[in-house]
């Protein structure tokens, strides 16, 4: 074991300061005794281990200090002592989103924005003040749409490195795809591993209540309410026991799958009909503006989706009322599939009228066009959720407190907001190939929202009065964020790159028949010169060949089937292991009971020869007191017994 | 300063530091310097008052399993680093749940018996007597809780039942967390 290890090991151990430094010590005394017989390294091997240890020390010394300097950290303890760690499950994933965009604006900001900035072209448009809302007019011409940037190589003076614009655009635009892609993938994976542990015992939560008790909440009110929260909480769970042995008669039955079948008709057919509505204004939506000669009417159809996306989610939740769920956890899951397919089918709609008839329409530069568009659906959506926040729920605060039993003050729906994070984060992700500058203005967006959320959370909420099994629910969200909304993504930006024609007039890609041009060309101009052929190969026999990606499929499906038997085998070894375990602990209460029944004969077997003697008083009570504590002992060594092969 | 780190070079420098400028300002002002610091124990009732856990039902558990001194009614500042060590993000979910289970063990024998998850319930609904459970409703639920955790059967949760049962909430590590 290196030393790092050893310290580590020694710092989980259960014991207190004092025992710990004497372990080391003796570690340290046997691990010097051992390496006197071991001959010297040469000296490559030493260097070697210095360099390692130096950077070991120096990335634990890093990671120490991200964690002390870390963002919103006072903040972040200040809501947890409040509010627990449910509600800071949200905050922790907006700065995770945070830290997306920051990522995605600086390598847009490095690789393309900077270059673009040394050969600017001249902007002629007038600057009015609509342009923040509609991103329009005088915006149209600067670095932050797609069809400012040109298509020339950027060579300043004659000794000066080429750089290829054309290519510099398409390959930013996948490595921050593609780190971002890893990124979600390894979350999602770290908390697959960590959170779904298979337990082969349904287990109902109770425990869950009972042991995990939050330590992070400070604040003594807070404290006292979820003590009564918790309290009521453990009678619901208590009567549900009860109830779960009372069965439903047939006609409750049926009244009950009527009811279910009848919210997923209407739900689906308001997604429906919203889809229908938001298509229909985008196809018009031409037509309109030209009848309309006022700028401000492009707003429409962003305005008329913000309006969808505020009412139809609460629209869904009162279907509460009607249908009835076995467990609350159903119903919370059957909510966020409802909400995800209606925003998931909104976004896919607009993808599809963006992709099939603004880009095909034959207008000029329809890539900044569309930039536009995302442009103010997001900010459309920014304003609707701090006109939520600062207003809604402050109102929504006034309105409960005239009435202090009924509706008290309202819960903070972790969901819903979580939701609206995903949903603005896929349009970014959408948006940068049009509007590189998206990303900063998503940053600038969450920024504002983190601290807007933050001081209605404590003016306007409180507590949550159910238990929110938080890790559980953000794993659901990262794959949310993973499956419908990155995978659309890639999905739409594939679409465009390798179906759609760019537009003759603008933008990088002027003049080519498709955007995927820009690499056939690169790898033609590639293979004309010596020194780069083994890229061409890579090319060629790796990337461009069905043969090599049909070998590495089979190759993980093959992979996929091994894990998957040996978790089928495990599951089979747990449910033994239980058995055996259950069979041992009868087995002790066997011998327990035969000891104590043997102790008993012995001891009447002593009363009866002693009885002229008065030691029988003395003698029976430590022999009670030490059958009792032979029991107790027993579990006691057991228990002790079990800790120490740990160590 | 150095020497300070050299003895705890078993925790991470930043804790030690602020561990340290916490646990002097429980101390009267003219026992504060270095030497005495490490020397001094502080008595139960200041540790509780503490903001971090004057609201913690389980405060004075949390006291008592840390101290090492006879009478378990004061912490040094080792008891104190010991502490603020093992509700850190960086302790490792077993160590959390071993303390936790010897927190919730109220008369410290080494098992979880009726008695220990009675009084723990009462720890966890309050005071109050609107909140309070009544016997037949603690009865059930103690019955449900050995039901789901005692795997041997015995009446009692030991340790390792107990580190089963945790593993199966992934929230435990995240909510057994105090932060200075």
Known sequence: MTSRDRIKAIRNQPRTMEEKRNLKKMVDKEKSKQSHRILELNCCAQCLNSISRAYRRSKNSLSELLTYISLWQKTFKVIGGKFGTSVLSYFNFLRWLLKFNIFSFIVTFSFIIIPQFTVPEKNTLQFTGLEFFTGAGYFQDTVMYYGFYTNSTVQHGSSGAPYNMQLAYIFTTGAYLIVCFFSLLFSMARNFRNNFINPHIYSRGITKLIFCWDFTITHERAVKLKQKNLSTEIRENLSEIRQENVKLTLNQQLIHVLAHLAAWVVSTGVAIACCVAVYYLAENNSEFLKNHQNPGAVLLLPFLVSCINLATPRLYSLFRLVERYETPRREVYILLIRNIFLKISIIGILCYYWLNIVAQAGEECWETLIGQEIYRLLLMDFVFSLADSLLGEFLRRLIGMQFPTSLGLQEFDIARNVLELIYAQTLVWIGTFFCPLLPFIQMITLFIMFYVKNISLMMNFQPPSKAWRASQMMTFFIFLLFFPSFTGVLCTLAITIWRLKPSADCGPFRGLPFFIHSIYSWIDTLSKRSGYLWVVWIYQNLIGSVHFFFILTLIVLIITYLYWQITEGRKIMIRLLHEQIINEGKDKMFLIEKLAKLQDMEKRANTSSFSMERRDVEQTSPLHVREHNAAHDLRFRRSVQEENPKV | ?180
């Open chain 2, 1 to 180: 300063w150095s020497e300070m780190k050299v003895r705890f070079r078993l925790y991470s420098f930043l804790t030690v530091f602020q561990a340290h400028r916490r646990f002097c300002e429980l101390l009267p002002p003219e026992h504060r310097s270095t030497e005495e610091s490490l020397q001094t124990r502080v008595s139960l009732e200041q540790i509780l008052s503490l903001p971090e856990l004057k609201a913690n039902p389980f405060k004075e558990r949390i006291c008592r399993v840390f101290s090492t001194s006879p009478a378990r009614d004061s912490l040094s500042f080792e008891d104190f680093l010991d502490l603020l060590s093992v509700f850190s993000d960086t302790a490792t979910p077993d160590l959390k749940s071993h303390y936790a289970f010897r927190i919730f063990d109220f008369d410290d024998d080494g098992t979880l018996n009726r008695e220990d998850l009675s009084q723990l319930v009462n720890c966890l609904t309050g005071p109050g007597d609107d909140t309070r459970l009544s016997a037949s409703e603690m009865k059930q639920l103690i019955d449900n809780i050995l039901e789901e955790s005692d795997i041997d059967r015995d009446g009692t949760i030991n340790l390792s039942e107990f580190q089963h049962v945790i593993s199966r909430s992934p929230d435990f590590a995240s909510s057994f967390k105090i932060v200075l």
